[in-house]
């Protein structure tokens, strides 16, 4: 079998995309100089010090100095760069560089795109538990991009991931059971992992496993539970739990009536792009005074965001 790097060599090309990198776990180097130097800040000097422990054999040297030129850290982002220092860690053995020059490969970043090759180096770190890197390859097999379309080896390597504590995992996992994708449906684990990935912080997350515990489903009810995750994932931003909430407001469930806070969250869901007639018809009733009030705590929540 031909060496992770000649696989690369095969297809390097310099991208003229100007497009992000896609989100992924940091590559972590074992400690070192270098990556003493990265955790400082000191990216330069991390990046000298990273060609040196390379040239003496460190495949994690290789993995940091493909992080600073992926990120632009201290130098011109240079995603080719990028891709040849994560290759050469990867040649050697490294599951953060074979993770993050698939996805390199996957986007077609510093490389020419190719998502069969992208679903090799995921799976190379995927088989020495690189969670990311199982999330990677669990979503080639549910799409079919870059493997077979099979939903039970799409679920095999979610739980993977999702044993090791990925949230996003966590997530999709839960909606396998859910709706019966590659595994049978059970909604009691689909509210487990959806309950767990609620728990790691996920917005996504804390609005389904709200609506789990709201409904009962899988999951014995508890209603104030329930709205204290709508109210963490209206906190990040989701626009689905910031109308759920607005409506706990206008309607007294759980909190106690208050038409101003029912008010802001559905102005902040609203502009997001989420409506509701009936919300509508309450802001329309509510008196200038409490509109004003809504008003300022829509901005006060705004700013509180934007210097955060």
């Not at 101003?260 to 509508?280: P, T």
């Amino acid at each position: 079998m031909r060496s992770v790097l000649a696989a690369f060599l095969a297809v390097l090309a310099i991208s003229a995309s100007a497009c992000a990198l896609m989100a992924g776990a940091p590559a972590r180097a074992a400690e070192s100089a270098s990556y003493t130097a990265y955790e400082e800040g000191k990216y330069l000097t991390a990046l000298e010090l990273a060609e040196k422990e390379g040239e003496a054999g460190s495949k994690e040297a290789f993995t940091l100095m493909g992080e600073i030129y992926a990120d632009g850290l201290g130098v011109a982002q240079d995603y080719a760069k990028a891709a040849d220092a994560y290759a050469k860690g990867a040649d050697l053995g490294d599951p953060n560089a074979q993770f993050s020059l698939g996805l390199l490969v996957a986007e077609g970043l510093g490389v020419r795109k190719d998502l069969r090759i992208a679903g090799d180096l995921f799976e190379h770190a995927a088989e020495v538990g690189n969670a990311a890197a199982q999330y990677n390859l669990a979503l080639l097999y549910l799409h079919g991009r870059g493997r077979p379309m099979d939903d039970v080896k799409a679920a095999e390597w979610m739980q993977k991931a999702a044993a090791e504590g990925n949230a996003e995992a966590q997530y999709d996992l839960g909606a396998f059971y859910q709706f019966g994708r590659g595994v049978p449906i059970d909604k009691a684990k689909a509210a487990e992992w959806t309950g767990k990935a609620a728990e790691a912080g996920l917005a996504a997350a804390q609005v389904e496993y709200a609506v789990m515990l709201f409904k009962g489903h899988g999951v014995e009810k508890d209603e104030k539970r329930a709205a204290q995750l709508f109210r963490l994932a209206a906190e990040q931003g989701n626009p689905v739990a910031q109308n759920r909430l607005a409506r706990l407001y206008a309607n007294g469930v759980v909190f106690e009536t208050d038409l101003v806070q029912a008010a802001k969250w559905h102005l902040l869901a609203r502009e997001a792009g989420v409506s509701d007639f009936s919300l509508d018809i309450m802001l329309a009733k509510l008196t200038k005074e409490q509109r004003v009030e809504a008003d300022r705590a829509v901005d006060a929540w705004i700013s509180g965001r934007l210097t955060e």
